[in-house]
């Protein structure tokens, strides 16, 4: 574990302009990992430039160029998996598996990504006049700049700078202040892969500083932000008066329908997996587990027996279930919701902190039944190792609970009935639908993110990544030799010229 994060600035490795630094801390433990840097506008400013001025080699750098560096990172990602995985359990606390699952997803992007460099698509269409070509390409943008939460401190940032470099733009990243170590180590391998100086800058330090210069800076053309719903809108408004394209990746309050008719063992296991992973804390995480009536009873005390056996720990232990939050106050705000569900909803299990050899931010696996479509338990966004089960009667009954909540990010069925399941993935109001699977566990190929207030409509990961990082440049080639007016000249070429 290096002991100090310093920021990397057109290929120099230095600490913030002020000096500051802040403490980083295994929240399983609360030991301090070590410090880095605390930057602020005029660190932001500095890399910008730097990219600035690394932008127009990297863009004039031969897309499959780009793509060897990108496969060559994807090389060093793999060597480094179980190092960046352990320092992933360390710094923010998910469990092992989970922490080599999460550098796995950035080894597939880098080699999807890597890939595009001979791909990037555009496309030709016949045009109306003789002696002439048309085509659409896509062109890069110039500096980009990207910020990141810490529960997918890798391959968030996977899923943003692979096609932001890969389309010929240069990169600012600010990574979250519970993770800079992995955001600085993310980016260290690109500088081993052979990536030049300044096109892939990373800046840490607190988001209301250097996520806000990120934002107001005039030479950052697009801002890709993941994180919460309230940060995220108003840094939108904010990027909104500068005239710049935003992306964001916001909240979810994601369910799992399981019907009468459903495999019950499949979708226990699927709720606990979908639920509890990531202590919860994963954007798609279930939050709201929605029974038909006639399975209910005995799902529900499986359910709360199984959960009981989750093992709390220090993810580095490869036999426990479920890690710490991330720090103190992620484990008020989940005990603040379940203080507000003790007084909406029946507790089945858990509603405590919890503490393991006496340290940590762990929270005991909770389970609420009773729980009615409205509350605020089952409407807001918790972020943690809580789950509400309501009860529904039909497939369009549950279709109406999931849809009906101000996220909309990702929503599971489990039945063996082809044709609710095609009802379901017709009627759920979700980016990511899933039948027989529970909420979390995308692939890196389709598009991820949610409709309502989940984003704004753009999309990460597959094709639709390079959308947000691309402009779209119409091409006519007129070799005619003559001015020939389109929609006006139509007429006298069929007539004379055809
Ligand atoms: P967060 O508090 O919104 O922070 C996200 C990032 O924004 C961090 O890097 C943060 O910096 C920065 N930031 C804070 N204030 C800022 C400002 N005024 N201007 C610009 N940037 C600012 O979210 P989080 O707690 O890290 O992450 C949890 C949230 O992310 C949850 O809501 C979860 O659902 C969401 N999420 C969504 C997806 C998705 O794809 N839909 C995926 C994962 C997570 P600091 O770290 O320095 O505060």
């Known amino acids: 574990m290096p002991a100090t994060v310093k920021n990397l600035i057109g290929g120099e490795w230095v600490e913030a302009r002020s000096g500051e630094v802040f403490e980083t801390l295994n929240p399983a433990t609360e030991e301090v ?71 796995q997803e950035a080894i597939d992007m880098a080699f999807y990504m890597g890939g595009e460099g001979r791909r990037l698509l555009g496309y030709t269409a016949p045009v109306e006049l003789p002696n002439k070509f048309g085509m659409a390409i896509r062109d890069s943008v110039g500096v980009v700049g990207l910020i990141t939460p810490w ?13 932001a470099l890969i389309a010929g733009n240069t990169v600012v990243f600010k990574a979250a202040s519970y993770t800079p170590t992995l955001g600085a180590e993310f980016v260290r391998t690109f500088q081993d892969a052979g990536l030049p100086p300044g096109v892939f800058n990373v800046v840490s330090g607190p988001g209301g500083a250097v996520g806000n210069a990120i934002v107001e800076h005039p030479d950052v053309k697009v801002i890709s932000f993941t994180g ?42 699927s709720a ?18 929605i029974l038909q009536k006639g399975i209910a009873p005995d799902f529900k005390e499986a359910l709360v027996e199984r959960a009981k056996q989750l093992k709390l720990g220090d993810g580095l232990d490869e036999s426990v279930d479920v890690g710490p939050l991330v720090s103190a106050p992620a484990r008020e705000n989940v005990h603040r919701y379940v203080e507000i569900g003790k007084g909406e909803a029946r507790l ?14 762990f929270y005991e696996v909770t389970i609420f039944d009773r729980v009615e479509p409205g509350m605020r338990i089952a409407q807001e966004e918790i972020f943690g190792p ?19 909540t101000a996220y909309g990010l990702s929503s599971s069925l489990f039945t063996e009935n082809v044709n609710a399941a095609f009802q379901a993935i017709r009627d759920l109001s979700t980016g990511i639908v899933y039948i027989n699977h529970g909420t979390i566990g995308a692939e890196i190929q389709f598009p991820f993110g949610g409709t309502r207030g989940t984003g704004n409509g753009m999309r990460e990961a597959g094709q639709t990544a390079l959308d947000t990082f691309t402009e779209w440049k119409a091409v006519y080639v007129d070799y005619s030799g003559r001015l020939q007016r389109a929609q006006i000249d139509t007429e006298a070429v069929l007539g004379k010229d055809a």
Request: glycine letters at 10%.
């Open 348 to 361: 089945m299990c858990g509603g405590q902190p919890a503490s393991v050899d006496g340290k940590g931010y």
């Open 151 to 163: 529960n997918f401190p890798i391959a968030i940032p996977s899923w943003k700078s692979l096609p």
């Open 386 to 404: 809580v789950l509400s089960i309501i009860e529904c009667s039909t497939l369009e009954e549950a279709i109406q609970i999931n849809n009906n």
């Open 228 to 269: 919460s719903t309230e940060i995220g809108y108003s840094l939108y408004a904010r990027a909104a008066q500068h005239g710049k394209k935003v992306s964001l990746e916001l909240g979810g309050k994601n369910a799992i329908i399981v019907m009468d008719d459903a495999n019950l063992d499949l979708a226990l296991n």
């Open 272 to 289: 606990l997996w979908s639920a509890f992973g990531t202590t919860g804390q994963r954007c798609t995480a279930t939050s709201r587990l």
């Open 33 to 103: 990992l070590g410090t880095a840097a605390k930057s602020g506008a005029e660190d932001v400013s500095a890399a910008v430039e730097a990219a600035k001025a690394a932008y127009q080699g990297w863009r004039l750098t031969p897309a499959p160029r780009r793509g060897e560096i990108l496969f060559r990172a994807g090389r060093l990602l793999m060597e480094r998996k179980e190092e960046l995985a352990r320092l992933m359990t360390q710094e923010m606390g998910k469990v092992i598996a989970e922490a080599r699952g999460d550098v």
